[in-house]
């Protein structure tokens, strides 16, 4: 499957990822999930299950970047752990169980939701929605429960839970800096159990490529990650030079963008 093209356009996907993940402090799934499956279909994987398959690539490909951007908050003392302790373990499940409903389902209707659920971060990222600060954190069993809720819909999605982690913990009165930093912590165990519920759930049923362990295509996993890595640092410099909120514009366009072409190519 793989020919210097693909080598290449996967290069580009793990700067661009990367980048915009060290800018904007967000995952890649939203770039990476779309980008992949027109990928694979243009390199001929079946398109009944093309979408988990890059639902599977992107995930294990942010476990990479997960741990970089979790050490940089941490340098920068920005993880609060107590919350990481009592959020962690749901975030686990909920990723983990969730894959299984995805292995489920048919790649239109993985693609319409992804395609939704995009659509619906874009407009708060170009509208700018912030939530305010109201409430003070609940108990462990609603934190537990959060995590679950989060890391289902994040494993569904493939993407590291900022979207949704940030704001819940910024409305439960967590400060800005303290929830980026916290929900980059939580990225890892939300791409650890996605990773390994798409390996399981995908065990021989893509079995023609010998790079593809599961719903992962390791070549791809190995290539974006090794680009992703060293990019972050520097769209996180970038940020301090250049306006964030007109790129967060941009960025928000060419994600619904990609969503559609996404759900035009497999249904």
């Known amino acids: 499957m793989i020919d210097i093209w693909f080598i290449i356009f996967l290069l580009l996907l793990g700067g661009i990822v990367g980048f915009f993940a060290g800018l904007l402090g967000i995952g890649g799934g939203g770039i990476m999930v779309p980008v992949l499956t027109s990928l694979f279909l243009a390199y001929g994987k079946p398109v009944d299950t093309v979408v988990h398959l890059a639902l599977g690539t992107s995930m294990a490909s942010i476990v990479v970047t997960s741990i970089s951007s979790m050490r940089a908050h941490h340098k920068k003392n920005g993880v609060q752990w107590d919350i990481v302790k009592s959020i962690a373990p749901g975030m686990l499940l909920g990723a983990f169980a969730a894959t299984f409903v995805a292995s489920s389902l048919n790649s239109k209707y993985l693609a ?48 590291g839970g900022g979207s949704l982690t940030v704001p819940f913990l910024t409305w439960n009165n967590v400060r800005v800096t303290n929830a980026i930093g916290t929900s980059a912590a939580l990225a890892l165990p939300i791409s650890l159990a996605g990773t390994l519920g798409y390996i399981l759930n995908g065990w021989g049923k893509i079995s023609e490529d010998p790079g593809t362990i599961g719903f992962i295509y390791l070549p791809g996993v190995i290539i974006i990650s090794s680009v992703s890595f060293f990019m972050a640092p520097l769209g996180a410099k970038a940020a301090h030079k250049i306006s964030v909120d007109t790129l967060k514009k941009i960025f928000a366009l060419l994600l619904i963008a990609l969503s559609l072409k996404m759900l035009a190519a497999v249904m």
């Open 112 to 159: 319409v939701f992804f395609s939704i659920f995009m659509a619906w971060i874009s407009a708060q990222m170009f509208l700018n929605v912030k939530p305010k600060s109201h409430r003070a954190l609940p108990g462990k069993i609603s934190l537990f429960s959060a995590g679950c809720l989060i890391g289902a819909i994040s494993s569904l999605v493939s993407i």
